[in-house]
């Protein structure tokens, strides 16, 4: 059967629907899938990768703040409804994936038009713009969260969780040990506790000036710190941080090894991102939740508000993270009670097999329009 996946525009969109693809290739070894994306965005690059073709659409986000501007966005969206119409109709899909983003917007409308069945996929705890004016024309809505119904049909709702990266599963506290202690040069131990500080691949300012304005604390602590800065960032914390890099401190723009990353880590302070919030449940890791204020409709604070109503997590306010951040981690890792508490409470958030649960779905959908 045939399927047209479309969405993207960060990674946050683009891989969800790459695990989809591979799910649906895995449940239906005759599938044939294409992906339709918006010219110029990260999904041009990355769907390719993942051994996809992909078709880019000239759509881009509306410009809310200058009105005027968008007249010739409106052009690049009509422009884009009909080509989007001439590639349902030269392919001819069974079901119509929607990841949110730009292109999803164009090719699900069309589709749907056409009289194609659709699946959306909403990542976050508050729904994206494109997916909430798709909502009717949806067969089916695949969510991350509970409590969507104040965006969505409650009848179209399933509670699937966000697919996450399966080799996460399989790395080991002992092998975490080895790996870090070759790699980075430090002397870490089994019998420390051990931060993990992950700010994405650009970084996060607010995450790194916390760190930085309280490194003498940190070294004061029986502690293991593996600090993850970005690209951006991470040449100034390196100079900054170099009296304690191989000693209790790893600092680096990158990690290779998430699977060890997560592994070693007792507590993780992070971004609240709808895929690293899916990653940490799944993983049961007790975390400290900064969401990035730099988002549409703040939807990194909804994310993180969805565990800490169920005591799952703990959250510090971007404001306010340059000085509590650290002690408030510290305060915790020291605190065996709270790390067992935010741990099992997390751990009941999972929601595993989401990838696979999702392509089931759409097949469902598929098999019905066959009928």
Not at 25 to 41: C, H, T, Y
Not at 310 to 324: H, I, R
């Given at each position: 059967m045939k399927y047209l996946i479309s969405g993207g525009g960060t990674g946050g969109h683009i891989f969800p629907a790459v695990s989809i693809a591979n799910a649906l290739?895995?449940?239906?070894?005759?599938?044939?899938?294409?992906?339709?994306?918006?010219?110029?965005?990260?999904?041009?690059e990355r769907v390719p990768q993942a051994g996809y073709k992909i078709i880019g659409l000239p759509v881009r986000g509306f410009d809310r703040k200058h009105l005027w501007k968008n007249i010739p966005i409106m052009m690049d969206l009509l422009r884009s409804m009909w080509q989007a119409r001439k590639i349902v109709k030269t392919f001819q899909p069974h079901v119509g994936i929607g990841v949110g983003g730009y292109a999803s917007g164009a090719a699900m409308k069309v589709a749907s038009t056409m009289g194609i069945p659709i699946l959306l996929q909403e990542q976050n705890g508050f729904a994206g713009v494109t997916n909430k004016l798709l909502k009717n024309n949806a067969s089916k809505i695949c969510v991350a969260y509970e409590g969507m119904e104040r965006f969505f049909p409650a009848d179209k709702i399933i509670l699937t969780g966000n697919p996450v990266r399966q080799n996460l599963m399989n790395g080991s506290r002992d092998e975490a040990i080895e790996y870090f202690n070759e790699t980075y040069g430090v002397k870490f131990s089994k019998d420390k506790k051990t931060m993990l500080i992950i700010g994405g691949s650009l970084g996060a300012r607010t995450i790194n000036e916390g760190i930085l304005s309280h490194l003498d604390t940190l070294a004061q602590h029986n502690i293991q710190v593996i600090w993850q800065t970005g690209k951006s960032y991470y040449n100034d914390c390196k100079i900054k941080a170099q009296e304690h890099i191989g000693k209790w401190l790893i600092c680096t723009d990158f990690l290779g090894r998430m699977d060890l990353s997560y592994a070693i880590a007792d507590l993780v302070i992070s971004r609240a991102g709808a895929s690293s919030i899916s990653e940490l449940c799944l993983l049961g890791k007790p975390c400290?939740?900064?969401?990035?204020?730099?988002?549409?409709?703040?939807?990194?604070?909804?994310?993180?508000?969805?565990?800490?109503?169920?005591?799952?997590?703990?959250?510090?306010?971007?404001?306010?993270?340059?000085?509590?951040?650290?002690?408030?981690?510290?305060?915790?890792?020291?605190?065996?009670?709270?790390?067992?508490?935010?741990?099992?409470?997390?751990?009941?958030?999972?929601?595993?097999?989401?990838?696979?649960?999702?392509?089931?779905?759409?097949?469902?959908?598929?098999?019905?329009?066959?009928?």
């Open positions: 290739q895995e449940l239906d070894k005759e599938s044939d899938i294409l992906f339709v994306g918006a010219l110029g965005r990260m999904e041009m400290i939740l900064v969401p990035s204020p730099n988002v549409a409709e703040d939807h990194q604070t909804h994310n993180a508000m969805a565990l800490v109503s169920k005591n799952a997590a703990v959250m510090v306010k971007d404001l306010d993270a340059k000085e509590q951040m650290v002690c408030t981690s510290l305060d915790i890792l020291e605190n065996e009670e709270q790390l067992n508490t935010l741990r099992k409470n997390i751990l009941e958030l999972a929601q595993k097999d989401s990838a696979r649960r999702i392509a089931e779905e759409v097949i469902k959908l598929a098999k019905e329009k066959q009928k």
